[in-house]
């Protein structure tokens, strides 16, 4: 994930690039660094450019699609399916601010508009 983040942030990156951006925050060993760049690319979560010497790196999946599966397996995984345990869990764990509240009363509001939306348009293609 921590190199996923740096791609997405510095997007395209080189290993060198990404090592650094890593080494601000954490000690780690540059071949580590190339090698984790290496699995990813095999697993397709990273893309490699490899038309300059060095080789430059891309995320090959957007932030918000990997945020969506990692959520949905820690709420499977984790809270037995249930996101509402989650969320309370998340709530519970830091200090939210009124605004972040509020925030997220917004958007809980706007998807229950969304599903109802939804389910009258279903209704209606009948």
Excluded at 56 to 85: C, E, K, W
């Amino acid at each position: 994930m921590e190199i996923l983040n740096v791609l997405w942030q510095l997007e395209p990156a080189t290993v060198r690039q990404i090592h650094e951006h890593l080494t601000r925050t954490k000690q780690a060993q540059y071949t580590t660094t190339l090698k984790q760049l290496q699995v990813m690319t095999e697993k397709g979560l990273v893309v490699r450019d490899e038309s300059e010497r060095s080789h430059v790196y891309r995320a090959a999946v957007p932030r918000n699609q990997v945020q969506r599966q990692m959520t949905t397996h820690l709420i499977d995984r984790v809270f037995g399916g249930s996101a509402r345990g989650m969320l309370m869990e998340a709530l519970g764990a830091k200090n939210v601010s009124k605004k972040d509240l509020a925030e997220l009363r917004q958007m809980i509001d706007d998807f229950e508009k969304g599903t109802k939306s939804q389910k009258s348009q279903k209704g209606t293609r009948r």
